[in-house]
């Protein structure tokens, strides 16, 4: 059998599952009705032994409950089931105990929510009550847990554990992490000597503690200020094809209330722009060590390089590298931020790289909740990052190139800006060379027009860091 045929087949038999999967749930619906709603939390056994011993009764009862989808691995089955509708998922959440536990997944009806909803929800703890109920309609009944013995699915243990395991044992640094430099009273002149020319990272403790943004950028007082203002989130708007927005007040009820294994994070690159919120520039200022910045000449046709941060624990960002090597800052007005680097030359252990033959690569990361549980214990002691936790008061300095990934400890609110100066700006020319000729060009016609004593670099392939 041809590759063809074989590919025909298996598209043939999906088709067929999920044509059961709707014929299933309509007779569901036919002669049930909803009546409430489960969370499952299955338990991983204490011992390879007793796994043995109850696999055959969760064979039998997989069997039982799933019919024809038994033979199916779990994530298959919710992928199928990512094609249904809220109706048909709750019909199917009525066929039986293990085909609730797949049509309650909070994953599934978290992407309903959004797809049905964009960003105009009140969160009511969890997905599917979120897109089942309106804004203003009450939660009807306490939660009800339908006990499911002897079924157990690793995927879905896996995501009840992200989303609910403590942040404690990531809340310190182990014994024996290299760190990153904290420096107070640190001169302009010593940061570009000891860290800015040698690409390496600093956390500079005495400068965000002096802002108006720390006393002004509480909850409470953000509230206040732009509680009815839409913000900017990582979330994708299905339908916009762009990130959703979601309005602050609703934000923060999301970030109390939820138990994402990744929360949708508000991560702003616009709020200057909008009249409503741009105010907020007025409550800080780019230290010192970070003022000259070339990029600034391309004024309009500059991308996106300032961002407003407000996170709930858990939700951060998965390792990446800042966009044409920029050098960034960061800086945290409140709660705690666990920060994990790499030099760009070393790829982090858990990063998936595929390199073209320009030299261009594309990186696939891990969440940071993963990549602490699946990668972090399993690396090796020639492999260790550089690891910080960053209060609040705190900027971090991450050098061109460096590897970083985030994860917030407790809820955050922090500012960052991305920039080019003397020290990385070869690096930043031979990136835009590789990645963007037109803005390339323009940036060199900027620079030329506003600044003619800086001259483009003119080996920039050996000044960059490809392949």
Known sequence: MSIEDQMANQNNRMTELTQKLHVLSNNSANTQSTNGESSHQSQSSNSSQKRNKKKKNEDDIRTRDLGPFHVLPDTLILYLFK?????????????????????????????????????????????????????????????????VDGFYSRILYKRWYRSTVPLTQWSTLPPGTPTVDRRSNLSLKEFIEEYDKKNKPVIITDVVTKWKAMKEWTKENLLKRFGTKKFKTDEVDFYAKEKLYMV??????????????????????????????????????????????????????????????????????????????????NALISGRKRWTLYPYEKFPPGVDVDWDEDGNFDSDSPEPMKWFINDYPHIKPNELPLECILEAGEVIFIPSGWWHQVLNLTETIAVTQNFCNAQNFDIVCAELEFDDDDMCEDFRDKLAENRPEIKWPTNTVKSGFRK
């Not at 809220?86 to 293990?98: P, R, S």
């Not at 209330?257 to 702003?268: A, R, S, T, V």
């Not at 003022?291 to 600034?296: A, G, I, S």
Request: glycine share 4%.
């Open 83 to 147: 094609s249904l509708d809220e109706e048909q998922l709750c019909a199917l959440a009525l066929v039986n105990k293990v085909f609730n536990v797949f049509a309650t997944d909070e994953e599934l009806w978290k992407t309903l929510c959004i797809k049905k909803k964009r960003g105009h929800f009140l969160f009511k703890g969890t997905w599917k009550r979120t897109t089942l109920l309106g804004r203003d309609q009450i939660k009807p009944f306490p939660y009800k847990k339908i006990e």
């Open 248 to 329: 602050l007040s609703d934000y923060f009820e999301y970030a109390n209330l939820n138990q994402d294994e990744d929360p949708i994070y508000l991560f702003d690159d616009r709020f200057n722009e909008r009249e409503e919120v741009k105010e907020l520039l007025n409550d800080y200022e780019v230290p010192i060590y970070f003022k000259e910045d070339y990029l600034q000449y391309l004024e309009d046709e500059r991308p996106p390089f300032r961002w407003i941060v407000v996170g709930p624990p858990r939700s951060g960002s998965p390792f990446h590298v800042d966009p044409y090597r920029t050098a960034a800052w």
